[in-house]
């Protein structure tokens, strides 16, 4: 059961004969699905490394993975290997302590280079939005947006506790059309010195649909990122659950 991305060359269409949403397979489970719904890992022949691609644009041979601990597990168990015809071998994470030791360690450093491959990508698209004019930026622009339905998802700060406070941004997040990125500093700086920035609203609806996509392809690693999961431990849907919790706990304050 040899899969590999070459498959990417006889791609099928999907279910409902969409064009260009070619199907991969995953290279834990072994289940097709939409080639936008796996993330793409890389893999570097000369030192083994595999490294997570989700803007499809590295060069290279590529595997996809399911966004889920348990395919990525499944994945370093062999099916990476398989796919790439080599050991494979982790990059260490970017400014990241060194992963723990063991598979558990290794699902780990995967999933934060997911989070991390997700934020600048999620990055990328807001300034492309912010260059054309696409954002609304500031809580009450924001809540302006949401009123008169020009807002298609909001942005919160981690650290944005009062902007999370505010009715229609409440029910945005409340409604799932909201992520949560980096923290006021940082969103004031991707939005050019505009000072700190708690809330943004993406108003493009095709450039929302990426944030969200994004955002979601990386959610089930978001509340285990840096630790190591549990090996075969915890499934997506708790991890999916916690990472719903922290809208109203402790990470939007
Ligand atoms: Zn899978």
Redesign the pocket.
């Given at each position: 059961m040899t899969t590999n991305d070459e498959s990417a060359r006889t791609a099928r269409r999907g279910p409902t004969g969409t064009p260009g949403r070619s199907e991969r397979t995953?290279a834990?489970?072994g289940?097709r699905a939409a080639a936008d719904e796996l993330v793409r890992v890389v893999h570097d022949p000369s030192s083994g490394e595999v490294a997570v691609d989700l803007a499809s644009s590295g060069f290279g041979r590529g595997a996809h993975?399911?966004p889920?601990p348990d395919?990525v597990a499944k994945a370093l168990k062999g099916g990476l290997a398989r796919v790439f015809k080599s050991k494979v071998a982790l990059r260490p994470a970017a400014g990241g302590a060194a992963p723990a030791e063991g598979r558990g360690g290794d699902v780990a450093a995967i999933g934060a280079q997911i989070v991390q491959a997700a934020d600048r990508r999620i990055e990328g698209l807001l300034t492309g939005a912010r260059r054309a004019g696409q954002l609304a930026v500031g809580s009450d622009v924001v809540a302006e947006a949401l009123k008169d339905g020009r807002a298609q998802l909001v942005v919160v700060a981690r650290d944005a506790a009062a902007a999370a406070k505010v009715p229609a941004i409440e029910q945005a997040i409340a409604s799932g059309n909201a992520v949560a990125l980096g923290n006021k500093q940082r969103l004031g700086s991707l939005m050019r010195g505009q000072g700190e920035v708690a809330v943004i609203a993406v108003l493009h609806a095709g450039v929302a649909a990426a944030v969200g996509q994004t955002y979601r392809m990386s959610g089930p690693f978001r509340s285990v990122a840096g630790n190591a999961a549990p090996p075969g431990g915890a499934g997506t849907e708790s991890q999916d659950v916690r990472s719903e919790e922290a809208w109203s706990s402790s990470e939007v304050r």
């Open positions: 995953c834990g489970c289940k993975l399911h889920s395919c």
